[in-house]
């Protein structure tokens, strides 16, 4: 363990904790987890999760400025069967193209870092917009990035990881309560 690792962790964690009480400052902590695990990804060659840092970066820029519409003009809310269908369809895509750039590139795990980038990019999106299906995304991620990081020797960040798989089943279940009308 590293003090790279545990700042990325640190703040992605707090970011996580605050996403679920739908706080604003997710965002900004989110950044600095970026930030960080930028650092951690370009050392252990994942392409895949570099990038990645990057679209998150672009991202939470968004999700901090749609975020502080007030809470009537963004609710949190299920996708439609429409939006349901352009997220399959935009995610087939995005991973074929991943797929073949790490692989062309020399990327480490190149099928896993293309799942963990497309699940990532699809889930901050949702986010972004406050959809409930991003959590479920994230569930999906968080499963898949325990196993990259324990490949790859980041104990921390795998130990980590199970925690965010917690607190994202969390998250599903608080966002949909939330919709629900008492």
Not at 34 to 47: A, C, G, P, T
Not at 114 to 124: K, N, Y
Not at 145 to 167: E, K, Q
Request: with cysteine; charged share 10%; glycine share 8%.
């Amino acid at each position: 363990m590293n003090i790279i690792e545990i700042i990325a962790v640190s703040f992605t964690l707090l970011s996580v904790i605050l996403t679920i009480k739908d706080n604003l400052l997710c965002w900004p902590s989110g950044i600095i987890g970026v930030i960080f695990y930028s650092i951690i990804f370009y050392n252990h060659n994942l392409l895949g999760d570099l990038v990645l840092q990057g679209v998150f970066l672009f991202q939470s820029i968004l999700g901090w400025i749609n975020w502080r519409k007030p809470k009537e003009e963004l609710p949190i809310s299920w996708l439609t069967k429409k939006q349901l269908g352009y997220l399959i369809n935009g995610s087939v895509v995005l991973y074929m193209i991943t797929f073949c750039l790490t692989s062309k590139f020399g990327g480490n795990m190149p099928f896993l870092d293309s799942a963990i980038m497309t699940l990532g990019v699809m889930a901050t999106f949702l986010l972004v917009k406050k959809k409930i299906e991003s959590w479920i995304l994230w569930i999906l991620n968080d499963i898949l990035l325990i196993v990259l990081f324990s490949s790859n020797g980041l104990d921390v960040s795998s130990y980590v990881y199970g925690l965010f798989l917690i607190l994202a089943s969390i998250g599903l279940w608080k966002w949909i309560k939330s919709t629900k009308v008492v």
